[in-house]
């Protein structure tokens, strides 16, 4: 049976990107009314969902309480999981799956010279829009990092020029024994000259003792990741519903 629940059993979640990202929105924001959080008392499934947003660890598969679960609840506007989870939705809301490979650093990372904090929100929040074309709305975005932030589950690192961030790279979820690390860009002026290196290196530079994760969105990320010392370590994917 699938029941909402309380965010402490959720909060030491691991094993895949989702399970990362659910610990720390449940970690962060506990028992907000914004944030609900899922379990199915048959198996080890979880779901968070958030804004129209659903995390969905899923060790257990898309079983037929799933199945209904997820055709049935409208507010899910788009799922993150692993691979073979999203194909199998995907095929239930009749929409394709962009799936991925997510990486774990074991390299040994060297001194980086990029700042920590979180630079003007605006400024930064401008930079990530051009290079990604998924962000949420500058309001809910800022509200999410922000609170992260001050609680201790969001770093950001940045590189800037004449007063503004060209580039960065910054933890999309922590928790005390797991890193997501993401929002690695740099502006198109400024590439080519290593910053987002820099920036990745001053992140794994504050998390020595954590499994560093992260989910390039290419083929050749990959290639450029693995360069860097990441190697495989399991997949994602999103849907899109509508």
């Known amino acids: 049976m ?6 402490s059993g959720f909060i030491s979640l691991s094993g895949s990107e989702a ?14 009314p914004f944030l609900q959080l899922y379990t199915d008392t048959e198996s080890a499934n979880r779901l968070a969902l958030m804004d129209g947003v659903a995390f969905f660890h899923a060790p257990a598969g898309v079983t037929a309480d799933w199945r209904a679960f997820l055709c049935m609840l409208p507010e899910i506007a788009v799922l993150r999981t692993d ?13 394709a799956a962009q799936t991925g490979m997510t990486m774990r650093y074991i390299g040994h990372s060297t001194e980086s010279t990029a700042q920590s904090g979180l630079v003007m929100p605006e400024k930064l929040y401008t930079l990530l829009r051009g290079c990604f074309s998924d962000l949420p709305p500058f309001a809910s975005w800022y509200v999410d990092v922000s609170h992260r932030v001050r609680h201790g589950l969001c ?9 503004k961030p060209v580039s960065c790279a910054m933890t999309l979820a922590e928790t005390p024994a797991q890193v997501l690390l993401g929002a690695v860009c740099t502006e198109p002026a400024y590439r080519g000259r290593g910053l987002a290196q820099r920036c990745l290196l001053s992140l ?10 992260l989910s390039p969105a290419s083929e050749s990320l990959q290639a450029y990741y693995a360069r860097l010392g990441f190697v495989p370590a399991g997949t994602w994917a999103i849907i899109h519903r509508r």
């Open 2 to 7: 699938i029941r909402l629940t309380e965010a």
């Open 19 to 32: 399970a990362i990202r659910i610990a720390c929105l449940a970690a962060a924001y506990g028992q907000a």
């Open 83 to 95: 691979a073979d989870t999203g194909i199998a939705v995907g095929r239930l809301w009749g929409q």
């Open 155 to 163: 770093h950001i690192a940045t590189l800037t020029e004449q007063g």
């Open 204 to 213: 794994l530079q504050q998390f020595p003792a954590h499994e560093c994760y």
